[in-house]
């Protein structure tokens, strides 16, 4: 048995999508959610000719923006430009994460609906603990929703009154 299958997901639709930086994850990312019964929507990137992370973040943003998907796992060298790039986007929490703790309270406190990953960074048996641990941990709500609506208040906030 898949050890991911142990635990009940939260999510039923996640985007994925990477750049050259990220592709050797890919293919364990989206075998990870559906060891998980979550649809993979694979947005590419499909070669390891360079392409820019922020398409690529973008078209996983949107995907949540406009309810196709619920969540997304996003995939480059480092995670860092992806989750800088889909954090730009309206509605989206993305967190960089490269071990289990992080995973699992971003989800839990920080209602995160996108996991970076770096596929320089963290092998293929992480990306799949960090996958469950994202997919399968639900939102504490209670005094962190008070906080992450406040965090989101900040997208139309001008500058500090
Ligand atoms: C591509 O070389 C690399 O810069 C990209 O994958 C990512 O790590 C950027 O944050």
Known sequence: MNRSSCREAVFHRVAVACDHGGLALKDVVVSSLEGLGIEALDLGTNSPDSVDYPDFAA??????ADGTAEAA????????GMAMSANKVAGI???NC?????ASMARAHND???LALGARVVG???A????ERFCTTPFEGG????RVEKMMELETRGVEE
């Open 93 to 95: 929490r993305a967190a």
């Open 59 to 64: 078209a996983a943003a949107y995907r949540i």
């Open 98 to 102: 490269g071990d289990e703790y992080s």
């Open 143 to 146: 005094r962190h929703a008070r």
């Open 112 to 114: 995160a609906n996108a």
């Open 124 to 126: 293929p048996g992480l």
């Open 128 to 131: 799949e603990a960090l996958v």
């Open 73 to 80: 796992i996003l995939i480059c060298g480092t995670g860092i």
